[in-house]
T-cell receptor, first 113, second 113 residues
Framework: DQQVKQNSPSLSVQEGRISILNCDYT??????FLWYKKYPAEGPTFLISISSIKDKNEDGRFTVFLNKSAKHLSLHIVPSQPGDSAVYFC????????????FGQGTRLTINP | NAGVTQTPKFRVLKTGQSMTLLCAQD?????MYWYRQDPGMGLRLIHY???????AKGEVPDGYNVSRLKKQNFLLGLESAAPSQTSVYFCASNPGLTYNEQFFGPGTRLTVL
């Protein structure tokens, strides 16, 4: 049972436009959400996060929105740059100790010049 | 700081062979984790540790064993490798307590023939 789902395996966006990556979850116990970025042959790197007590968190070009009632979060990248081309993973932390994360399947973002 | 390092980067095994993957971190982190990444599956937690001398099972622990004899090292063992264990393995660490972000190593690509 996939508790964190990223239903779009891939997304293609033109350079300079907005990229929107989506993530849905089923477990209402999740209390913290993170986005990771992964380049080929490298480990995931942390990008941005949001606590369940907030509905928005912004860091430069990156904004994460959380809709708890819909169990949905999204990552907005504005403006998109070629270096943003990577696989993006959504992850959720259960708040049950050990800071364990549950990951989505990932979305491959391609920024076209 | 080197962060999280993994040894080896690549390995090919025959069915039934054994091997150990080494993860080392120089950040004095309390928590460490082993994940596997398979196409379309995201990252799945195999085992984790919340401190030296402690280990616990994650989502997909079968066929793997772990040890954390020293705080900075977390070893993942495969006693009798199977083709289903062909995957990319990532180690991660976390400072512990209420810190949510995990720091990942570069990964080990394992092929079992």
């Amino acid at each position: 049972d996939q508790q964190v789902k990223q239903n779009s395996p891939s997304l293609s966006v033109q350079e300079g436009r907005i990229s929107i990556l989506n993530c849905d979850y089923t477990n209402s116990m999740f209390d913290y959400f993170l986005w990771y970025k992964k380049y080929p042959a490298e480990g995931p790197t942390f990008l941005i996060s949001i606590s369940s007590i907030k509905d928005k968190n912004e860091d430069g070009r990156f904004t994460v929105f959380l809709n708890k009632s819909a169990k949905h979060l999204s990552l907005h990248i504005v403006p998109s740059q070629p270096g943003d081309s990577a696989v993006y993973f959504c992850a959720a932390e259960s708040g049950q100790g050990a800071q364990k994360l549950v990951f989505g399947q990932g979305t491959r973002l391609t920024i076209n010049p | 700081n080197a962060g999280v390092t993994q040894t080896p980067k690549f390995r090919v095994l025959k069915t039934g062979q054994s091997m150990t993957l080494l993860c080392a971190q120089d950040m004095n982190h309390e928590y460490m984790y082993w994940y596997r990444q398979d196409p379309g599956m995201g990252l799945r937690l195999i085992h984790y540790s919340v401190g030296e001398g402690t280990t616990a099972k994650g989502e997909v622990p079968d066929g793997y064993n772990v040890s954390r004899l020293k705080k900075q090292n977390f070893l993942l063992g495969l006693e009798s490798a199977a083709p289903s264990q062909t995957s990319v393995y990532f180690c991660a660490s976390n400072p512990g307590l209420t810190y949510n972000e995990q720091f990942f190593g570069p990964g080990t690509r394992l092929t079992v023939l």
